[in-house]
């Protein structure tokens, strides 16, 4: 299956690592998926707003779906793609698609050369990996930004 962690695509901007998301070097920043409403009560999204706080940051931000909302920590960027308008609903791969390019376009005027993600959209909101993937890859094809997804 193309796109999936056991294969070694040559040529992709993806690579694939087994482990913890958060033991990856302090210096590469993050992303992740989450709704305008911040809530961040399930999943990875509760991880992330433990180590990284700034709720009341990120709603100050006033995103929208479509768009990704950036916190500042410790010389690195925090992305969180914003997705969809509640906690409760389910993203699109349009406002997926949207949100991962306001991050590109991030990436590109703050020089964030390594980008480490899970498989974003994929877990609680149930996107096919395949697609995002296949997404991630274009969004992403003509920058020198390094992808690393983690899986468990």
Same mark, same amino acid.
């Given at each position: 299956?193309?796109?999936?962690?056991?294969?070694?695509?040559?040529?992709?901007?993806?690579?694939?690592?087994?482990?913890?998301?958060? !033991?990856?070097?302090?210096?590469?920043?993050?992303?992740?998926?989450?709704? *305008?409403?911040?809530?961040?009560? !399930?999943?990875?999204?509760?991880?992330?707003?433990?180590?990284?706080?700034?709720?009341?940051?990120?709603?100050?931000?006033?995103?929208?779906?479509?768009?990704?909302?950036?916190?500042?920590?410790?010389?690195?960027?925090?992305?969180?793609?914003?997705?969809?308008?509640?906690?409760?609903?389910?993203?699109?791969?349009?406002?997926?698609?949207?949100?991962?390019?306001?991050?590109?376009?991030?990436?590109?005027?703050?020089?964030?050369?390594?980008?480490?993600?899970?498989?974003?959209?994929?877990?609680?909101?149930?996107?096919?990996?395949?697609?995002?993937?296949?997404?991630? *890859? *274009?969004?992403?094809? !003509?920058?020198?930004?390094?992808?690393?997804?983690?899986?468990?």
């Amino acid at each position: 299956m193309a796109g999936s962690p056991n294969e070694d695509s040559e040529g992709s901007r993806i690579t694939y690592i087994k482990g913890d998301l958060f !033991a990856c070097p302090k210096t590469d920043s993050l992303a992740h998926c989450i709704s *305008e409403d911040c809530r961040m009560g !399930a999943g990875i999204a509760v991880l992330f707003k433990k180590k990284f706080g700034g709720v009341q940051e990120l709603l100050s931000q006033q995103k929208k779906s479509g768009e990704v909302a950036v916190l500042k920590r410790d010389g690195r960027y925090i992305y969180y793609l914003i997705t969809k308008k509640r906690a409760s609903h389910k993203p699109t791969y349009e406002n997926l698609q949207k949100s991962l390019e306001a991050m590109k376009s991030h990436c590109l005027e703050n020089g964030g050369p390594e980008l480490r993600l899970n498989w974003i959209g994929c877990g609680l909101d149930r996107l096919q990996w395949e697609n995002v993937s296949t997404m991630i *890859e *274009e969004v992403f094809e !003509a920058t020198d930004i390094k992808i690393t997804v983690y899986t468990l």
